[in-house]
């Protein structure tokens, strides 16, 4: 009987660790699916999370979860949108803590400010507190800036005074009030700013924040709509090359006539000289007709 009560003790305790191993991973991811209070809607220059011991970058899209520290760079900013739609947007040189985030529950959100400025946009009337080393900003439903500087815009550097927390409000009402004495705030309005300097009350003051306020963002001009592409024209057909007219062939040069070689000049014929002309004979005159005797010629 004791080895069959053991037996059943030693199976018992095997379904309960084998359960265990397989519902602790699972209740595990669920508490961190729980407790992701936002991600990260836009980033630029060096930001980072750290988280645990580890630091991640903080890029669009990196989940941002209760416990959380922030903190960005000499030229690094970033926006954080939380599941309840509030923003929270990081300057240069700012260091954040998501200490508390509820969504829609009694408890407040809590963000810690350590340096920097740091933009709050507070969706609908949800509780939600900025904590810096020396105040406490409450909000409801309002847009503002809590600034955690070594010196006041307002006040200057007062005397014995290291730090100071301002608040400037653009739409709405906070309520700052110094960290020792949560309960003794001052409300201060839109368009208005207050301060907390070192462990002094706050001071509501009815000058706008001198700190950089968000450039408002440019509605975009309509796209216009391109130009329709022309169509383009048809590509001339090239007329048909010429063929070339064939090369003339040359006449052939004319040979020149041989020189004809002169005739030699005929020697003039030497003038005949005239032959004398023979005196005419006269004629032996008739003795008988003219009763003369003829002379006689010779020796006879």
Request: glycine content about 10%; aromatic content about 4%.
């Given at each position: 009987?004791r080895?069959?009560?053991v ?6 305790l095997?379904t309960i660790?084998?359960?265990a ?8 991811r ?6 992701a209070?936002?991600?990260?809607s836009s980033?630029s220059g ?7 011991g580890a ?11 209760q416990g ?20 929270l ?8 803590t998501?200490?508390?985030y509820?969504?829609g ?8 400010l350590g340096?920097g400025?740091l933009?709050s946009?507070v ?17 409801h439903?309002?847009?503002f800036?809590t600034?955690y500087?070594?010196?006041?815009p307002?006040?200057?550097?007062l005397?014995?005074?290291?730090h100071?927390?301002t608040?400037?409000v653009?739409?709405?009402t906070?309520?700052l009030a110094q960290a020792a004495?949560?309960?003794?705030g001052?409300d ?7 301060t ?13 924040f001198?700190t950089p306020?968000p ?6 001009r309509?796209?216009?709509t391109?130009?329709p592409?022309r169509?383009?024209?048809?590509t001339?057909?090239?007329?048909p090359t010429?063929s070339p ?9 004319h ?10 000049k ?5 003038t005949p000289h005239p ?5 005419p004979t006269p004629?032996?005159?008739?003795s008988s007709?003219?009763?003369v005797s003829?002379v ?5």
């Amino acid at each position: 009987m004791r080895d069959s009560g053991v037996r059943v003790r030693i199976g018992a305790l095997a379904t309960i660790a084998a359960l265990a191993l397989f519902l602790i991973p699972a209740l595990v991811r669920t508490a961190r699916a729980q407790s992701a209070a936002g991600t990260v809607s836009s980033a630029s220059g060096p930001v980072q999370i750290q988280r645990g011991g580890a630091t991640l970058a903080a890029t669009p899209g990196t989940p941002v979860y209760q416990g959380d520290r922030i903190v960005s760079g000499a030229d690094g900013s970033a926006v954080i949108v939380l599941t309840d739609r509030s923003e929270l947007g990081l300057s240069p040189s700012t260091t954040i803590t998501l200490d508390q985030y509820t969504n829609g529950g009694a408890t407040p959100t809590r963000v810690g400010l350590g340096s920097g400025i740091l933009k709050s946009f507070v969706e609908g009337t949800a509780d939600y507190q900025v904590h810096t080393p020396n105040a406490i900003v409450t909000a409801h439903g309002t847009d503002f800036y809590t600034a955690y500087t070594q010196n006041s815009p307002e006040l200057g550097n007062l005397p014995g005074v290291s730090h100071y927390t301002t608040v400037a409000v653009i739409d709405g009402t906070v309520n700052l009030a110094q960290a020792a004495t949560p309960d003794s705030g001052v409300d201060v309005g839109s368009g208005t700013t207050g301060t907390v300097a070192g462990d002094q009350p706050p001071r509501h003051h009815h000058r706008k924040f001198p700190t950089p306020r968000p450039t408002p963002t440019r509605t975009p001009r309509p796209t216009r709509t391109p130009r329709p592409t022309r169509t383009p024209r048809p590509t001339r057909t090239p007329r048909p090359t010429r063929s070339p007219r064939p090369t003339h062939t040359p006449r052939p040069t004319h040979t020149p006539r041989p020189t004809r070689t002169p005739r030699p000049k005929r020697t003039p014929r030497p003038t005949p000289h005239p032959e004398p002309t023979p005196e005419p004979t006269p004629r032996p005159r008739d003795s008988s007709r003219s009763g003369v005797s003829p002379v006689p010629t010779g020796g006879g």
